[in-house]
């Protein structure tokens, strides 16, 4: 029923004139449908001959040091065996590496600072200047999804105030509306499933109607509600956390099924940093605008300054730095 659904859609952009029928209701071998969608993570890119034809990569940071994984082992063997094949890469995570594209202009690079959320670095220049794609890799997260709707829809929101949205989403800032506080819920609930991904990325092509969307908004919400669970298991597991010299810090053990991100802002409400153990890693955040960042900190060459990620038997070493850039004035790395 979805499919016959975006069907008809597109068969009314065609004659509506929506700029959507203009180079993305057919792909560049001229097959009638959009660009395909790859979903990516940065530690664990595919192979690039698994692409086909000409790819633009949106919100996909640099792989960062640590974790097994390095901009060298990882990114810039994707980088190399796209070779001109790769239209555009667009991103706003921190890394020391941005500085060896600066001459190249499909390398649309900036900071977490300079861009809280990247759908606000598609515009529909940098669109133009990329020209026809057959594949939109995107990160996982709702970020990546409304970059890759706005890609496909030449630079345009999806609804007004979108950008704005994914904005407060990424930097747990502000208030979002009410479509993307549904669709956030719904990807953090079923942050696996990839079937869900392709109808919120359809949703927000379609304009986000969710009168002549229903059945897509329909399955979003439906997705909204199983998060309920797992933000309840995040306040139960909330109690636990110790501060530890200006830090909450909490050990999930051997708990499964919550919502890490609900996690971690509660434990920014008993301080200024919270710190996540689970399944050997330890998550580390702070507020967008706390001045920290953890990247430079920790010598991880790349990422979010606010939201790092590494190994856990770096404990020791991250409490101690963590207590350092508390106590320092100037609180950075």
């Known amino acids: 029923m979805i499919a016959a659904q975006w069907r008809g859609l597109r068969a009314n952009w065609r004659e509506a004139g929506d700029p959507l ?4 209701a057919t792909r560049v071998s001229e097959s009638a449908s959009l660009p395909q969608f790859r979903f990516l993570t940065p530690r664990k890119l595919p192979r690039a001959a698994l692409l086909p034809g000409r790819v633009a990569v949106l919100d996909v940071a640099f792989a960062s040091e640590g974790g097994g994984s390095s901009f060298n082992k990882v990114t810039l063997p994707f980088i190399r065996d796209l070779g001109s094949r790769l239209a555009a890469w667009v991103d706003h995570h921190d890394d020391e590496r941005h500085v060896d594209y600066a001459g190249d202009p499909r390398f649309v690079l900036a900071t977490k600072a300079q861009h809280g959320a990247c759908p606000e670095m598609v515009t529909p220049e940098v669109v133009f200047t990329a020209g026809p794609v057959d594949t939109v890799a995107v990160h996982l997260d709702l970020d990546g999804l409304y970059s890759g709707a706005k890609w496909v829809r030449k630079g345009i929101e999806p609804y007004e105030g979108a950008d704005a949205d994914a904005r407060a989403v990424d930097t747990r800032r502000g208030t979002p509306g009410p479509i993307a506080l549904r669709i956030d819920r719904a990807l953090r609930a079923r942050f696996r499933d990839e079937a869900l991904k392709h109808l919120v990325v359809q949703f927000l092509v379609g304009g986000a109607d969710r009168r002549h969307l229903a059945v897509h908004w329909a399955e979003i919400d439906s997705a909204a509600r199983e998060i309920d669970a797992l933000l309840e298991t995040s306040r139960r597991l909330a109690d636990g956390y110790q501060i530890r010299d ?13 919502d890490k991100t609900e996690l971690l802002l509660l434990g920014q409400e008993r301080a200024s940093v919270s710190v996540v153990r689970d399944s050997g890693s330890l998550t580390i955040a702070a507020d967008y605008g706390s001045g920290l960042d953890f990247v430079k900190m920790l010598g991880l060459g790349g990422g ?17 730095k963590l207590t350092a850039a508390l106590d320092s004035p100037s609180r950075g790395g």
């Open 21 to 24: 029928a203009i180079g993305y």
């Open 246 to 258: 200006g830090v909450a810090f909490v050990d999930v053990g051997a708990v499964r099924g919550f």
């Open 304 to 320: 979010m300054p606010t939201r790092v990620t590494v190994p856990d038997a770096r404990l020791t070493e991250v409490m101690s």
